[in-house]
């Protein structure tokens, strides 16, 4: 028989790859571990909140990403120049991409301090 016969090769693939197909659907997505901080963050006047679906709220407005840097510039007029901080509380399945976005459009706005909210150890508070 000078010819190589693929066809058990080719079944045992197709069983793997159905295997292997099973067990993308039925893994779970890892649980993000609880930050805590033992010192509270400076306060500062302007925060920012950034939800799961990644709609951001500076201060009282919602605002979209393009909109961030002349709310920030603003707010940022608004206090007169004398905070340098921003708190960002954002939830855990928000976007890391549209938090960035979020830092860098407060440093365009001369907001160079930034801190992330979380929840004070020991304490059922977040700051």
Same mark, same amino acid.
């Given at each position: 028989?000078?010819? =190589?016969?693929?066809t058990p090769?080719?079944?045992v693939?197709?069983?793997l790859?159905?295997?292997?197909?099973i067990?993308?659907?039925?893994?779970?997505?890892?649980?993000?571990?609880? !930050?805590?901080?033992?010192?509270?963050v400076?306060?500062?006047?302007?925060?920012?909140?950034?939800d799961?679906?990644?709609n =951001?709220?500076?201060?009282? *407005?919602?605002?979209?990403?393009q909109? !961030? !840097?002349?709310?920030?510039?603003?707010?940022?007029? !608004?206090?007169?120049?004398n905070?340098?901080?921003?708190?960002?509380k954002?939830?855990p399945?928000a976007?890391?991409?549209?938090?960035?976005q979020?830092?860098?459009?407060?440093?365009?706005?001369?907001?160079?301090?930034?801190g992330?909210? *979380?929840?004070?150890?020991?304490?059922?508070?977040?700051?």
């Open positions: 028989m000078s010819t =190589i016969n693929i090769f080719t079944d693939l197709l069983v790859l159905i295997i292997f197909i067990l993308a659907s039925v893994t779970k997505e890892p649980t993000l571990p609880n !930050a805590y901080n033992k010192h509270r400076i306060p500062s006047q302007i925060v920012v909140l950034v799961a679906k990644d =951001i709220q500076i201060g009282s *407005n919602t605002v979209t990403i909109q !961030a !840097a002349s709310a920030f510039a603003a707010l940022a007029s !608004a206090t007169g120049h905070f340098k901080s921003v708190i960002i954002a939830d399945k976007d890391y991409g549209t938090i960035l979020v830092m860098n459009a407060a440093k365009s706005a001369g907001l160079t301090k930034f992330l909210a *979380n929840h004070i150890q020991g304490t059922g508070a977040t700051q």
